[in-house]
């Protein structure tokens, strides 16, 4: 059964918190006449070492809020942990109600299309690369693509503490792309929402001799084809854009800066308050 309405309904992204602003950040800019629900769930955050059981169970009811409560049109988990853990049951579930997307499908479109990469790093939380979503979808589009995954538990809470571009960023992130395991990529994806935050750092690191995907644009971009697709975009934007999350507190809302660009106000849910 296909939710109810028109092309003006809201697009719902979530996200274990705030990283996923960078998502949303990037369909604002593709999509500017989308009005977007966006919903971090800080109370549970972070998902990056959570089971996928659990992680099943909390995006399972994020969805269900912005379907039943607010109408949305489609759902974009920004998350990649929550993509990797939860993307199948959702889409599953929602199977011909409303296009769900994640940031991993776009993303391994992305890399694919470009031929020349022989060898493909990942980095992310370590409940993504322990699912090992990412390299069974890649050899199986793939099978010759050389990949290696590794997990930076570091980077998200480094971020998320206004530690990036410094010093301290560097020596972390250096310590990681050293790794062993990520000689000779061509390319490196950024599979976590923070870490379209230390780009430049990476590639400088690289030198610009590595080629950085962000999910970020990929999935806007995707976004975009598939609301087109669907005859579900929006002409004219109904409304200012509306941030939820789980647990409030004015530390999340002066970090949103770092991910939105700009100030944005924080409102709480109360989708958790019977527990
Ligand atoms: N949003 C998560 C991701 O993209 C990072 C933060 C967390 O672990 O919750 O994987």
């Not at 390319?187 to 976590?192: F, G, I, M, T």
Request: glycine residues 6%; neutral net charge.
């Amino acid at each position: 059964m296909k939710m109810q309405g028109d092309k003006n309904r809201t697009i719902g992204i979530f996200d274990s918190g705030i990283g996923g602003l960078t998502v949303a950040n990037a369909v604002s800019k593709i999509l500017p006449n989308e009005q977007l629900i966006y919903f971090g769930d800080t109370a549970h955050l972070p998902y990056g070492d959570k089971s996928k059981e659990l992680i099943q169970r909390y995006a399972l009811r994020i969805t269900d809020f912005l379907l039943h409560e607010k109408n949305c049109k489609a759902i974009v988990i920004a998350c990649n942990t929550a993509s990797a853990a939860a993307y199948e049951a959702l889409r599953d579930k929602y199977k011909g109600v409303v296009p769900v997307l994640n940031v991993i499908d776009p993303m391994i479109e992305a890399v694919i299309a470009e031929e020349s990469i022989q060898k493909v790093g990942i980095i992310a939380t370590k409940t993504t690369i322990t699912s090992g979503v990412y390299q069974e979808k890649f050899t199986r589009r793939k099978p010759t693509l050389q990949f290696a995954a590794l997990a930076t538990p570091l980077l998200a809470s480094m971020i998320e503490e206004g530690f990036y571009n410094n010093n301290i960023s560097r020596a972390v992130l250096e310590s990681y792309l050293e790794n062993d395991s990520l000689k000779d990529i061509d390319a490196l994806v950024l599979a976590c929402t923070h870490y379209p935050l230390i780009k430049t750092e990476i590639n400088n690191f690289y030198k610009g001799k590595v080629k950085i995907f962000d999910s970020a644009e990929v999935v806007a971009k995707k976004l975009k084809l598939i609301l087109e697709k669907e005859g579900l975009a929006s002409e004219t934007k109904s409304g200012k854009d509306i941030f939820y999350v789980t647990d409030y507190t004015q530390a999340f809302e002066q970090t949103t800066r770092i991910f939105y660009g700009t100030e944005i106000y924080l409102q709480q849910s109360e989708i958790w308050k019977e527990v």
